[in-house]
């Protein structure tokens, strides 16, 4: 019998193609990017493609992919097994072994002699990026020490480069690119080819693999270690690039010791905006005529406590561009994030006018920074500063930028998808609180008292603890309550954080984090309950608008589009 031609192909994900190849997902994206004849996604949507497994396997014979990652999959699980999830001490390890140095830890048998067997066939840059890449993908999965992606390494590239074009600076050497938190050296080391990297990181075993990378990619890099923000490697350097992925969140970045630093060119950030004082930093060490490249959680936008900074920001002309990127692209957490572009203006340049904001927070992240993958006119907005200047000062690309539906049903089914992607992150951060005995037995702690005592800072929107014995998420959750909400709301309606009534009960710091731990979950269901209604808002909007225009069919229209009514078709059954 013939076969059916009529039948659908057989059709794979990125996920399957990687078990297939014996390789990681990040392997296939790159295999996507950087191979012109790789297989065309077949169905799916742009952020789940499918493909045709006949012409996946075609190919990976074509490239010997499986053959070729064989002996680098069992290098990887022996350092596995020897390691165990300590990958950046395997990762120093191998580099230590590739560059003839000591290791703390030295590679054990039979994970050296599978590396001297691997060493001897292939490049020992490419060997040891492949690693890296591994090390990128397990920590993304585990959730374990934060690392710049991939995918998001292509994406900073992809906009340093078009940053100078939009300014018109294209044809400007870049001779100097600067990380003040390199990490492994994801951003420092691949953007911009052939220039000079300076980078600073504050974990030695991160900065060795950075410098290890450097040196088997036989660029020139100068590296130091420790902390950038209190201890500057390299404070008389003005880079033509910087770019940057800092650390977020951290409540203790030396604010008190550095009041007087002169980074703060728009002022001196709060406490609860570390974000900002990368900006600042990063700004600080920009050449004129150059630029700096920052991923920031999609909320530094926004904050109400960073407001006058980012207002200083748009009125003196140094942000050029706000990118809203798609979730997913974090290592250590889901949230969506933005980059930010910074500009100094060299002798001469005329006076901006207008930010650029780009939305491409539903864009598919593999496919970001490709040629065919670049921005639409429909995603940007060239918005005038004072449009931006009101009492928020928000930054959000979403907020400016028209949606543009070109394909209906494939960017609603995107949206859908993400719903229900959501609604599991929303149900997974939700935590499980049993029934409690109705009160807590605990004296109260004056939040005044707290203050005075140099325990607590209430410089910003939100308390931070000053001291390890009391926990801050522990503090602003119980400023949350009921009654600290009455204390603190006046009359007009407005709340504002009443420091001289506002109590929170005493207990012993393992149990402060317990409450602490509970707080900070409900904290992110909320942020990302924010982002759910903003896509809801969306998908809405979409629906409505594809429904009327006809772009978009009722669930029931496929058989009224056939010309019979639901009771002819009963008839006819």
Same mark, same amino acid.
């Given at each position: 019998m013939a076969a059916d031609e009529s039948a659908p192909a057989a059709v794979v994900t990125a996920a399957e193609i990687a078990r297939l190849a014996g390789v990681t997902r990040a392997a296939v994206s790159n295999w996507r990017r950087r191979h012109p004849d790789f297989p065309r996604p077949a169905a799916g949507t742009a952020t789940s493609p499918l493909f045709a497994l006949t012409e996946v396997q075609q190919w990976l014979d074509r490239q010997g992919k499986g053959r070729e990652t064989?002996?680098?999959?069992?290098?990887?699980?022996?350092?596995?097994?020897?390691?165990?999830?300590?990958?950046?001490?395997?990762?120093?390890?191998v580099g230590a072994r590739l560059l003839g140095t000591a290791a703390e830890q030295p590679l054990a048998e039979p994970a050296a002699a599978a590396l001297t067997a691997l060493s001897a066939e292939r490049d020992a840059h490419a060997l040891y990026a492949d690693l890296v890449?591994?090390?990128?993908?397990?920590?993304?999965?585990?959730g374990g020490e934060p690392m710049t992606t991939l995918a998001l390494e292509r994406i900073v590239?992809?906009?340093?480069?078009?940053?100078?074009?939009?300014?018109?600076?294209?044809?400007?050497?870049?001779?100097?690119?600067?990380?003040?938190?390199?990490?492994?050296?994801?951003?420092?080391?691949?953007?911009?080819?052939?220039?000079?990297?300076?980078?600073?990181?504050?974990?030695?075993?991160?900065?060795?693999?950075?410098?290890?990378?450097?040196?088997?990619?036989?660029?020139?890099?100068?590296?130091?270690?420790?902390?950038?923000?209190?201890?500057?490697?390299?404070?008389?350097?003005?880079?033509?690039?910087?770019?940057c992925d800092p650390p977020v969140g951290v409540a203790d970045w030396g604010r008190d010791d550095l009041l007087l630093d002169p980074r703060w060119e728009l002022g001196v950030p709060p406490r609860s905006e570390s974000e900002l004082a990368w900006?600042?930093?990063?700004?600080?060490?920009?050449?004129?005529?150059?630029?700096?490249?920052?991923?920031?959680?999609?909320?530094?936008?926004?904050?109400?406590?960073g407001r006058r900074i980012r207002a200083e920001l748009v009125r003196r002309g140094l942000l050029a561009s706000v990118v809203a990127l798609p979730p997913g692209l974090m290592?250590?957490?889901?949230?969506?994030?933005?980059?930010?572009?910074?500009?100094?203006?060299?002798q001469g340049d005329p006076a901006p006018t207008h930010i650029r904001m780009i939305d491409?927070?539903?864009?598919?992240?593999?496919?970001?920074?490709?040629?065919?993958?670049?921005?639409?006119?429909?995603?940007?907005?060239?918005?005038?500063?004072?449009?931006?200047?009101?009492?928020?000062?928000?930054?959000?690309?979403?907020?400016?930028?028209?949606?543009?539906?070109?394909?209906?049903?494939? =960017?609603?089914? +995107?949206?859908?998808? !993400? &719903?229900?992607?959501?609604?599991?992150? /929303?149900? *997974? #951060?939700?935590? =499980?609180?049993? +029934?409690?005995?109705? !009160? &807590?037995?605990?004296?109260?702690?004056? /939040?005044? *008292? #707290?203050?005075?005592?140099?325990?607590?800072?209430?410089?910003g929107t939100e308390p931070t603890?000053?001291?390890?014995?009391?926990?801050?998420?522990?503090?602003?959750?119980?400023?949350?309550?009921?009654?600290?909400?009455?204390?603190?709301?006046?009359?007009?309606?407005?709340?504002?954080?009443?420091?001289?009534?506002?109590?929170v009960p005493q207990m012993d710091v393992g149990r402060q984090r317990e409450y602490g731990e509970a707080f900070?979950?409900?904290?992110?269901?909320?942020?990302?309950?924010?982002?759910?209604?903003?896509?809801?808002?969306?998908?809405?909007a979409l629906a409505y608008d594809g429904l009327t225009s006809g772009a978009l069919l009722p669930p029931s229209a496929t058989s009224v589009s056939s010309g019979k009514s639901e009771s002819q078709e009963a008839q006819d059954q």
């Open positions: 064989s002996a680098e999959v069992d290098l990887w699980h022996e350092l596995r097994a020897q390691y165990g999830d300590e990958l950046l001490t395997a990762l120093g390890a890449e591994r090390c990128i993908a397990s920590a993304t999965r585990s590239a992809a906009f340093a480069g078009s940053a100078d074009e939009a300014a018109g600076a294209s044809d400007r050497t870049i001779g100097t690119v600067y990380d003040p938190a390199c990490g492994i050296g994801t951003l420092l080391l691949t953007a911009v080819p052939g220039a000079h990297r300076y980078g600073q990181e504050l974990n030695p075993a991160t900065a060795a693999i950075a410098e290890f990378r450097a040196r088997l990619g036989g660029g020139t890099a100068t590296l130091a270690c420790g902390d950038s923000l209190r201890k500057d490697a390299f404070p008389d350097l003005r880079a033509d690039l910087v770019v900006v600042q930093h990063c700004f600080a060490h920009t050449a004129p005529g150059g630029r700096a490249l920052l991923v920031l959680p999609s909320s530094v936008a926004y904050r109400k406590a290592s250590s957490h889901s949230l969506p994030v933005h980059l930010w572009i910074l500009r100094r203006p060299a491409l927070s539903t864009a598919d992240p593999d496919g970001i920074g490709m040629k065919d993958c670049a921005p639409t006119p429909e995603q940007i907005a060239d918005v005038p500063p004072v449009d931006i200047l009101d009492d928020d000062v928000d930054l959000s690309p979403g907020r400016y930028v028209t949606p543009h539906h070109g394909d209906y049903p494939v =960017e609603y089914a +995107a949206l859908r998808d !993400r &719903i229900q992607s959501l609604a599991r992150d /929303l149900l *997974d #951060l939700l935590p =499980e609180l049993p +029934a409690g005995p109705g !009160r &807590i037995e605990a004296a109260p702690m004056g /939040l005044g *008292d #707290l203050v005075r005592g140099g325990l607590v800072d209430l410089d603890s000053r001291t390890d014995q009391l926990d801050t998420d522990y503090l602003r959750g119980f400023l949350r309550s009921a009654a600290n909400t009455r204390r603190s709301t006046t009359a007009s309606g407005t709340l504002r954080l009443n420091a001289s009534g506002a109590q900070r979950r409900l904290a992110a269901f909320e942020e990302l309950l924010r982002e759910a209604a903003a896509i809801g808002g969306r998908v809405g």
